[in-house]
């Protein structure tokens, strides 16, 4: 996997600006000061991505009190992140980046194997974004089911330090 190399823990995490599901530009500086869950993921409302957004929805409240907020980046519209929130009651913040933009800068688009074939898209990869706006810790390439979980526990770890 070709990661970006401005997304190396420890850098400054790249800035960006994406619609989020109310159509509302959401900046990484917006959230200055917090703890931030930069989640990147192929596709609103197939299994995987259904698993990774509500298990994060389900690990929120251990989130929100560890001072962090959730940001979840995929190339579907604005009215796809919406319908997918409202289908499952989601509460994670979704971003429309349909340029592939943002997904390329921190490298979470290119060649990946699926089902044993070389493919080109969205490479499943987390990162985790400290308050002061650096690269605290990443998962270049997450399998969905328990990556919340994971997540969470990380954030914990590195929020005690």
């Known amino acids: 996997m070709a990661v970006s190399s401005a997304v190396t823990v420890g850098r400054k995490a790249p800035a960006f600006a994406l619609p989020n599901q109310q159509g509302d530009t959401a900046r990484l500086s917006d959230y200055e000061g917090k703890w931030v869950v930069l989640y990147f993921y192929p596709k609103d ?38 319908r997918f929130v409202e ?11 349909p340029e592939k933009k943002v997904l390329q ?3 979470a688009f290119g060649e990946k194997m699926m089902y044993g074939k070389a493919t080109v898209g969205v490479i499943r990869s987390t990162y985790l974004i400290d308050p002061g706006g650096r690269i605290a810790y990443a998962w270049p390439n997450v399998k969905a089911t328990g990556h919340a979980e994971k997540v969470a526990a990380k954030l914990a770890e590195l929020a005690q330090r």
């Open 45 to 82: 409302d197939t299994p995987g991505c259904t698993t990774e957004a509500c298990d994060f929805t389900d690990n929120l409240s251990r989130l929100d009190k560890l001072n962090a907020v959730v940001l979840g980046v995929s190339p579907d519209s604005v009215e796809s992140h919406a």
């Open 87 to 97: 289908k499952h009651n989601l509460k994670v913040t979704l971003l429309s980046d």
């Open 105 to 107: 800068m921190y490298g």
